[in-house]
């Protein structure tokens, strides 16, 4: 009895422990239960605010001059002298170098003294012929006048010099010598007369010959001497006459005129022993500073051998690199910020002047080559080429603009969006909106929504 009691006490707590489970399922997990009491939707809203957005992009690059040129001397020679070292500061015609000028310096003096020589007989001419100066000229003439006489008087007499009678009595002699080889040739041809007799009369013959050659030989250069006498005597006369008529001219003649010809010509040697002098001294040809030298005293140079690297960093350009993604956010006449890792306390500002077009290589990537320049605000800075800097491109800024989130635009086509307003009911109501710049997290409104109006972000 005792154990019925204890398994009836079991059964009923067994019992009414299933019947709390099922109540509570009821109650709490039954479907029914759920249905009854939904959970409220959650609504995540923003408030349209004023604030600024910038767009930016950055870059790396370094500072190269506006201009960079190799000097070279416009001559050859000796390099003599280097007046300037790596560094230096040159204004715009310094002299930088020379070369060895001591023939280039006689030849510039020499110069100077011709062309003075030739304005000094230029006013001569200008001034006319002095009364000695035509005495002279008219003595010359005389004497040239009687030397053609005389010319002329020898070569009428030459006919009838001794020359001539030398020239017969050889004649004669050689035809006697003529007919006696004839005579002794007939006798050896006989038999009658030696091998040796023969040949002297020969030999005899032959010399004959060439004295009667040798009085015909000095007979004609006694005529030609004669003839060469004349024809000279008569071009001094004609030249002599040509003179004394130019001293008798007016200035405005040929004589001005070959007068005023031998100054020019004076003026233009003497401009290009200058100009030769000139070429032996190397110029700055703008203010810059001295990069390089590459010339070494005593050598020898020539009009393609590089003396100097001279650059003008008065107003350099930043040339810097951005990555291909970032490409459409920079465009000629974007403001930039640059900061040099030798000026790291130090923000200069400039803007883009030119973008590549091509894109480069840099440390393995392609890359958007960009040139900067830059606004020193005349600053006490020292500024290098070559030092290199980190730039901020900004590709656009708009300051107290009205803002939204990006999450809470709904893109409605091509640069179309709208937005979810939320009303004063509570209620959402779709509006189009009129987006300007956009960064990652915020977006300017132009136009649809006012400052203060609440729209929905996330997801609907």
């Given amino acids: 009895?005792?154990?019925?009691?204890?398994?009836?006490?079991?059964?009923?707590?067994?019992?009414?422990?299933?019947?709390?489970?099922?109540?509570?399922?009821?109650?709490?997990?039954?479907?029914?239960?759920?249905?009854?009491?939904?959970?409220?939707?959650?609504?995540?809203?923003?408030?349209?605010?004023?604030?600024?957005?910038?767009?930016t992009a950055d870059g790396s690059g370094e500072l190269v001059p506006t201009t960079e040129l190799e000097l070279t001397f416009q001559t050859s020679g000796e390099l003599n002298e280097i007046l300037v070292e790596v560094?230096?500061?040159?204004?715009?015609?310094?002299?930088?170098?020379?070369?060895?000028?001591?023939?280039?310096?006689?030849?510039?003096?020499?110069?100077?003294?011709?062309?003075?020589?030739?304005?000094?007989?230029?006013?001569?001419?200008?001034?006319?012929?002095?009364?000695?100066?035509?005495?002279?000229?008219?003595?010359?003439?005389?004497?040239?006048?009687?030397?053609?006489?005389?010319?002329?008087?020898?070569?009428?007499?030459?006919?009838?010099?001794?020359?001539?009678?030398?020239?017969?009595?050889?004649?004669?002699?050689?035809?006697?010598?003529?007919?006696?080889?004839?005579?002794?040739?007939?006798?050896?041809?006989?038999?009658?007369?030696?091998?040796?007799?023969?040949?002297?009369?020969?030999?005899?013959?032959?010399?004959?010959?060439?004295?009667?050659?040798?009085?015909?030989?000095?007979?004609?250069?006694?005529?030609?001497?004669?003839?060469?006498?004349?024809?000279?005597?008569?071009?001094?006369?004609?030249?002599?006459?040509?003179?004394?008529?130019?001293?008798?001219?007016?200035?405005?003649?040929?004589?001005?005129?070959?007068?005023?010809?031998?100054?020019?010509?004076?003026?233009?040697?003497?401009?290009?022993?200058?100009?030769?002098?000139?070429?032996?001294?190397?110029?700055?040809?703008?203010?810059?500073?001295?990069?390089?030298v590459m010339g070494t005293v005593g050598e020898q140079v020539n009009k393609n051998t590089s003396i100097f690297l001279l650059a003008d960093l008065h107003e350099p350009l930043l040339r810097f690199w951005i990555e291909e993604s970032d490409m459409g956010r920079v465009a000629v006449g974007s403001p930039v910020n640059v900061v040099f890792g030798a000026l790291p306390d130090d923000t200069f500002t400039g803007e883009v002047v030119d973008i590549d077009p091509v894109l480069v290589t840099v440390d393995g990537t392609p890359a958007v080559q960009v040139w900067a320049r830059l606004d020193f605000d005349g600053r006490d800075v020292t500024i290098l080429s070559g030092m290199t800097a980190d730039v901020e491109i900004v590709a656009g800024e708009a300051r107290n603009a009205l803002l939204v989130p990006v999450e809470a635009l709904r893109e409605m086509g091509l640069d179309q969006y709208a937005v979810f307003v939320v009303r004063s009911d509570g209620e959402l109501e779709m509006r189009s909106v009129v987006v300007g710049l956009m960064d990652y997290t915020s977006a300017e409104i132009l136009d649809g929504l006012e400052e203060g109006d609440v729209v929905r972000i996330g997801e609907e």
């Fill in 87 to 292: 560094g230096d500061q040159v204004q715009e015609d310094d002299v930088l170098a020379r070369l060895e000028t001591d023939t280039l310096e006689r030849a510039s003096a020499e110069a100077d003294v011709e062309l003075e020589i030739a304005q000094l007989e230029l006013a001569d001419v200008r001034e006319g012929p002095s009364d000695a100066e035509l005495a002279d000229a008219q003595a010359a003439l005389r004497d040239a006048q009687v030397e053609l006489r005389l010319a002329q008087n020898t070569y009428e007499n030459t006919s009838d010099s001794n020359m001539d009678a030398a020239v017969d009595s050889a004649k004669i002699e050689f035809d006697w010598w003529v007919s006696y080889y004839q005579g002794q040739k007939a006798k050896y041809e006989e038999g009658s007369l030696s091998q040796a007799d023969h040949d002297w009369a020969m030999n005899a013959m032959i010399s004959a010959e060439g004295r009667w050659q040798e009085a015909i030989n000095q007979a004609e250069a006694e005529e030609v001497q004669a003839v060469s006498r004349v024809a000279q005597a008569r071009n001094t006369v004609y030249q002599e006459q040509e003179d004394l008529e130019l001293l008798e001219s007016e200035p405005l003649t040929d004589t001005l005129a070959r007068a005023e010809l031998a100054v020019d010509e004076a003026l233009l040697v003497r401009e290009e022993a200058r100009a030769a002098l000139a070429a032996a001294q190397l110029y700055a040809p703008f203010d810059g500073i001295i990069m390089d």
């Fill in 1 to 55: 009895m005792k154990g019925r009691r204890i398994w009836i006490v079991l059964t009923v707590a067994l019992l009414l422990a299933a019947g709390g489970g099922y109540f509570a399922y009821v109650r709490f997990l039954s479907p029914a239960s759920v249905a009854q009491e939904p959970p409220e939707p959650t609504l995540e809203t923003a408030t349209v605010t004023r604030g600024d957005i910038v767009i």
